[in-house]
């Protein structure tokens, strides 16, 4: 696709060495909806001229079949820009168009990864926000399974992970030690799974069903899946 000069111009100001997501709201809020430079800024295949273009398409020129385009676009990026642009799709376009929302719950066993993606965070977020009674009952080790699915030694000890696992419940008070370990664990294993996640540690991932119904195929989908159970526990 041939574009114009002012999406030539565009292109080089956010592909500038320093340029940061802010920068892009920024530019985006000046453009405000332009959907042929859109077209243009995301033919480039570039990552900041694409996540550019997401913050101004029209979302009333975008339906089913240009979702999955984009998402076929999305798919042939490089891993973490992959799950960004995915991830700023589904937050600046497909969570703030009713029609575009009403596609979401039909992607749960979609055979793309980044359907499923987008599927889990929707979910999440709908128990989150309330708007879908939380089922807080369910699969509490599922949220886990990222490493235990891809056949890696999860970090949370074995003990520990069968004081919390489904069918538990208190039976004694909290020893501060417990409480310190938990709140570490927190952050430590958000940061670590974001490392080996880039690092490629999960090579292989068995696929399973869990006793909700849904379906993880891949590590994508342990993680999306983790990211919605928990907003249901914490809804």
């Not at 001229?49 to 676009?73: E, N, T, W, Y």
């Not at 929302?101 to 929707?122: C, D, E, G, M």
């Not at 417990?178 to 940061?191: G, Y």
């Amino acid at each position: 696709m041939k574009i114009s000069e002012k999406t030539q111009n565009i292109v080089a100001e956010v592909t500038k060495e320093g340029t940061k997501l802010g920068d892009l709201r920024k530019v985006a809020k000046d453009i405000k909806k332009d959907h042929q430079l859109a077209q243009g800024l995301w033919s480039t295949g570039k990552f900041f001229p694409m996540m550019l273009a997401i913050l101004i398409f029209d979302p009333k020129c975008l339906d089913a079949g240009i979702v999955d385009s984009l998402l076929q676009d999305i798919d042939k990026q490089k891993g973490e820009e992959r799950l960004q642009l995915t991830d700023w799709l589904m937050a600046n376009q497909l969570m703030k168009d009713k029609k575009l929302t009403v596609l979401l719950p039909a992607w749960q066993n979609s055979s793309s990864p980044l359907k499923r993606r987008i599927f889990w965070y929707h979910q999440g977020r709908l128990r989150w926000m309330g708007q879908t009674p939380p089922d807080n009952t369910a699969d509490l080790m599922d949220a886990m399974l990222v490493y235990s699915g891809s056949g890696l030694t999860p970090m949370v000890s074995e003990e520990l992970m069968g004081k919390y696992m489904r069918g538990t419940k208190p039976e004694y008070d909290l020893s501060q030690k417990e409480a310190d370990e938990i709140r570490s664990l927190l952050f430590s294993t958000i940061d670590k799974t974001e490392q080996d996640y880039y690092n490629r540690v999960f090579r292989t991932y068995t696929e399973r069903r869990t006793q909700m119904g849904f379906l993880l195929a891949s590590v994508e989908d342990g993680i999306a899946f983790n990211n919605y159970h928990e907003g249901c526990t914490w809804a």
